[in-house]
């Protein structure tokens, strides 16, 4: 006789057997799923990740250029004092408080500045004096190139008809002066007045916390990259404060031999020109365009065609001389950047800054390579940045 508690449980196992073997059927599947279902989360957190970088670096560009006065006088600053914490520095190793010491770096600055400005002012008091007789010369250039333009429009006419003309119309001209352009920007000169009186304060106290200021920054790492952030940032001390002693050497330089060749050439007020035309050369790319403005605009009426293409000779000559021998050997080994980058950089910098970008452009992109260097996972685009 069958025992019927036997029987279901043959039945229950019976049942449960094609259970088994469609589960295990069903196992891959589940497994697919889940691998499809991971890479697909993998590729929306991808995305999200990229559209939060996209907005994260769209919000920094906005803030840095709408705070671009703000960064520019920090980033002076910090320049400037780079270059004034050896003399700091020698000053406490002769006993002399840091606090101290930094004030007299910093009264010692002003009074350069001071020198230079009136030195400056009085060369431009004295050109100013003889304008008259040079207005006179450059007023007769410019009649003899008007002369020239009517020669040509009057030839222009005689092919082309000449347009009707409406009596009725009425044309309006709004006089330029100086006086009205100093009112429309009163509150553009204002803000950068202010700004500006803010440098020496800065200089101050960052030469005169230097320490505290280069430790703390240290601190904010964690522990395994602190001994990494202290040597990136002596890097970029080191850096930034050649780069300003070697332009000032070759600015000098540049200044000396532009006032030489000035004066051999025979150029009003070579000694002032050749200073303007060596420091402006420095400017990356533009420099020796805005180089040869000074002596081209001055020795208008006193150059002739010769003494015209040696002016330009010589400042291309020297700005190629300093750009091509100069930088390599006083730079070089500071900055090791190739010449994409700093184009890009250039570009860059000088769209967002204006033209204290393009003064910035060279120190912010060494100091942005010596970061990637020293971080492993930056370390492909140092090297894409670098020579």
């Known amino acids: ?13 019976a049942q449960r057997q094609p259970r088994v073997a469609s589960e295990g059927a069903a196992v891959p599947l589940a497994g697919a799923e889940k691998a499809d279902l991971r890479e697909e989360r993998y590729r929306s957190q991808r995305i999200q990740t990229g559209a939060l970088v996209i907005l994260a670096t769209a919000a920094v560009l906005s803030l840095m250029y709408i705070a671009k006065l703000i960064l520019v006088v920090v980033l002076a600053s ?22 101290f010491a930094a004030f007299l770096a910093v009264f010692l600055l002003l009074i350069m500045v001071a020198t230079v400005a009136y030195l400056s002012y ?34 222009t006419e005689t092919v082309l008809p000449p347009e009707p003309e409406d009596k009725n119309a009425i044309t309006i001209r709004e006089r330029n002066s100086l ?9 553009t000169f204002s803000e950068t007045a202010l700004a500006i009186s803010f ?19 240290v601190m904010l790492f964690q522990m395994k990259n602190r001994n990494t952030a202290y040597l990136t940032l002596g890097l970029i001390a080191a850096m930034i404060r050649s780069f300003i002693v070697g332009n000032v050497m070759i600015g000098l330089f540049l200044s000396a031999a532009s006032t030489a060749a000035f004066g051999l050439i025979g150029l009003p007020y070579f ?9 402006l050369s420095l400017i990356p790319y533009l420099g020796v365009i805005l180089a040869i403005l000074p002596p081209v605009i001055v020795g208008l009426g006193y150059l002739t065609t010769g003494t015209f293409i ?30 994409l980058a700093v184009t890009l950089a250039l570009l860059f910098w000088g769209w967002l800054w204006g033209a204290m970008g393009l003064l ?4 912010l992109t060494g100091a942005l390579k010596i970061i990637c260097d020293n971080i492993g996972r930056l370390k492909p685009f140092g090297a894409w940045m670098g020579e």
């Open 122 to 155: 009085a060369r431009a008091l004295d050109f100013l004096s003889q304008m008259p007789e040079y207005r006179i010369r450059v007023q007769h250039i410019l009649y003899e190139i008007r002369l020239q333009a009517e020669r040509f429009e009057r030839t």
């Open 310 to 339: 040696l002016a330009c000779l010589a400042v291309i000559g020297l700005h190629l001389f300093a750009m091509n021998v100069l930088y390599p050997m006083v730079l070089g080994k500071r900055l090791q950047l190739n010449p």
């Open 179 to 187: 006086g009205n352009f100093i009112t429309r920007n009163m509150s």
């Open 199 to 217: 440098v020496p304060f800065l200089i101050y106290f960052m030469l005169s916390w230097q320490d505290h200021v280069r430790a703390s920054s």
């Open 78 to 99: 910090v320049l400037i004092a780079f270059v004034l914490a050896p003399v700091v520095d020698a000053l406490t190793n002769l006993q002399v408080p840091r606090p």
């Open 1 to 13: 006789m069958a025992d019927p508690l036997m029987d279901d449980i043959d039945l229950q196992a």
């Open 360 to 363: 910035l452009a060279v120190p």
């Open 271 to 279: 000694y002032f020109l050749g200073v303007i035309s060596g420091f």
